[in-house]
Structures are given as structure tokens and as C-alpha cells.
């Protein structure tokens, strides 16, 4: 939640900050530290009222937070993140390496689950899969994802769990 935090800070302000916290329904009272899981009910409430304080779409809201969470963990998470030479090669290596360390860190962390596999050098398809269903903050990681590595991605989302699938499916290329 720190970095949800710091996002609504940066481009809003601290008032608007607390107005989210007390039109959400948190049983934490606000109050978060990094490493300890929170109700996914509290993040849902804190993403919703956020965006109506700042009037956009819910779904836009999720994909820009997903893109500045990318920046986020890269100066505050794993190592690893930055030794990839580009946004494919992060995501081949996301389950193995990234989200193993996470966890060595944080063994209580809970991270979705994610498969990518290659079609060619600059094409492939990305699987999503979470109990939170965050699958427009994927979006925005992997858009912030390609900023960092100086690429440009075009996704497109051919299956969701919104819609009742297993998981999220999208057809990718970077370019």
C-alpha cells in the first residue's frame, strides 16, 4: 500500500489522500507497512473511491497505478529487475526469478502467478492469474515495463477472469 500511497501523492495531493482513506471501508484503519498482506477488499475500496475522487474510469485508473508500480518496485524491489535488457526477457524469467526472491524476502507475500511465452523475438502470449484479479495493473506493469527497457508494447486482452476464465490472456508485441 506504500506505493499506492506515494502514486495518489504524486498526482494529487495529501488531501485527497485522507479523503480516499476515510471514504474506504478499511479494517487496517490506513495504517500499512510493506511485506504484510492486507484485505483484497481494501484494496478494491481504496482503487474505487480513488478513482472518483479523481473522476476516471476504474479500469484507467488500475493501468496507470500499474505502470508507476513498475517504477515503484524497481527502486524498491528485487535486484533483479533491473538486469534484464529488455521486457521479454524480464517476463520469461518474472515466475523463476523475480517472484522467487519476493517471496525469500517476504515469505508471506502473496504475488500472482504469470507465464509468458515467446512466439518470436518481438511477439508472445502473457497469462495472468490471481485471487485479486488485477489484471489491469498487470497491464500497467508490463506498459511501465516496457517504458524502463525503452520499448513500446501493444497488448491485446483475448481472455479474462472478469469474464469467467481461468485466467487473463493477452497476445503481446514489443516493438
Not at 500499512?32 to 484494496?43: K, L, P, Q, R
Amino acid at each position: 500500500m506504500n506505493a499506492l500511497e506515494e502514486f495518489v501523492l504524486g498526482i494529487a495531493d495529501m488531501e485527497v489522500w485522507n479523503s480516499v482513506l476515510e471514504s474506504s471501508d478499511l479494517k487496517s484503519g490506513g495504517v500499512y507497512t510493506s511485506g504484510v498482506n492486507y484485505e483484497d477488499a481494501e484494496i478494491v475500496s481504496l482503487a474505487t473511491n480513488l478513482c472518483e475522487k479523481l473522476d476516471i474510469p476504474l479500469v484507467d485508473g488500475l493501468k496507470l497505478f500499474g505502470k508507476y508500480l513498475f517504477g515503484f518496485l524497481l527502486n524498491r524491489g528485487p535486484i533483479e529487475l533491473a538486469s534484464y535488457p529488455n521486457a521479454q526477457a524480464l517476463l520469461e524469467n518474472l515466475e523463476t526469478v523475480v517472484h522467487t526472491d519476493v517471496k525469500r524476502i517476504h515469505p508471506d507475500a502473496y504475488t500472482p502467478f504469470f507465464v509468458y511465452t515467446p512466439v518470436n523475438e518481438n511477439e508472445g502470449e502473457l497469462s495472468y492469474s490471481s485471487k485479486r484479479k488485477l489484471c489491469f495493473v498487470a497491464e500497467g506493469l508490463l506498459e511501465g515495463a516496457a517504458e524502463h527497457y525503452g520499448q513500446s508494447v501493444q497488448m491485446t486482452h483475448f481472455e479474462c477472469m472478469h469474464d469467467g476464465a481461468q485466467s487473463c490472456k493477452w497476445k503481446v508485441i514489443f516493438s
